[in-house]
């Protein structure tokens, strides 16, 4: 089946550094990767989106300046917290859609817990 | 746009008895729909999919779904619950084509079960 890995799975980073997570798929190639976030007790809430080689698409209320989102290549996607408080602690998930129609799902990473302290 | 719309934030059931935790989505498309299971501080783990194929879909775990077009509704069912199955639950949709192919998120159901 398709696979998606993130890393790191946590990480714990001090207040105003930056955290770099990444998202690839395995054994596909991914045009489209999207982006959640999870606070606690709560649902996965769409950040971004992001297509191979384009800028990509914030959500409304989502600061594009904070959450840097790079898709590089078809396997590839990158988030970084610049200036890390917080409030920016939670739960952040990648998925990638295959680039073949005939898969109809995304598929999701493991999720990075962040933490900052 | 498209929602999808979770009725339930949590579901108490005991072990051995039925699961039934309600979906339902709005969108003038056909859609593709899925649940998720995520344990505590886990990722997530898809349990079955629906995408216009058999409308009773059976997934892992035990665990299947009907799609019911006339009432917008993807219901997921167990008969017998197991202590293993405490966890969130999600009801996702996206589309293929006419909607959007983002996945979305319902609210989740937490899925507690007593011994």
């Known amino acids: 089946g398709a696979v998606v890995s993130q890393h790191p799975s946590w990480v714990i980073c001090k207040s105003g550094t930056s955290v770099k997570i990444e998202c690839r798929s395995l054994?596909?190639?991914?045009?489209?990767m999207f982006w959640y976030r999870q606070f606690p007790k709560q649902s996965l809430m769409l950040m971004a989106t992001?297509?191979?080689?384009?800028?990509?698409?914030?959500e409304q209320g989502v600061e594009k300046d904070k959450f840097l989102i790079n898709h590089a290549s078809l396997t590839l996607s990158t988030l970084t917290v610049t200036s890390a408080h917080p409030e920016d602690s939670s739960f952040y998930i990648c998925?990638?859609?295959?680039?073949?129609?005939?898969?109809?799902?995304?598929?999701f990473g493991q999720g990075t817990r962040l933490t900052v302290v | 746009a498209q929602s999808v719309t979770q009725l339930d934030s949590h579901v108490s059931v005991s072990e051995g008895t039925p699961v039934l935790l309600r979906c339902n989505y709005s969108?003038?498309?056909?859609?593709?729909l899925f649940w998720y299971v995520q344990h505590p501080n886990k990722g997530l783990q898809l349990l079955l999919k629906?995408?216009?194929?058999?409308?009773l879909v059976k997934g892992i775990n035990g665990f299947e779904a009907e799609f019911k077009k006339s009432e917008t509704s993807f219901h997921l069912t167990k008969p017998s619950a197991h202590m293993s199955d405490a966890a969130e639950y999600f009801c996702?949709?996206?589309?293929?084509?006419?909607?959007?192919?983002?996945?979305?998120f319902g609210r989740g159901t937490s899925l507690i079960v007593h011994p």
């Open positions: 998925s990638a859609r295959d680039r073949e129609p005939v898969r109809t799902e995304a598929f």
């Open positions: 054994d596909f190639q991914a045009t489209t």
């Open positions: 992001s297509n191979e080689g384009s800028k990509a698409t914030y």
């Open positions: 969108s003038s498309y056909s859609p593709s």
């Open positions: 629906y995408t216009s194929a058999a409308t």
């Open positions: 996702v949709v996206s589309y293929t084509s006419g909607g959007s192919y983002i996945p979305t």
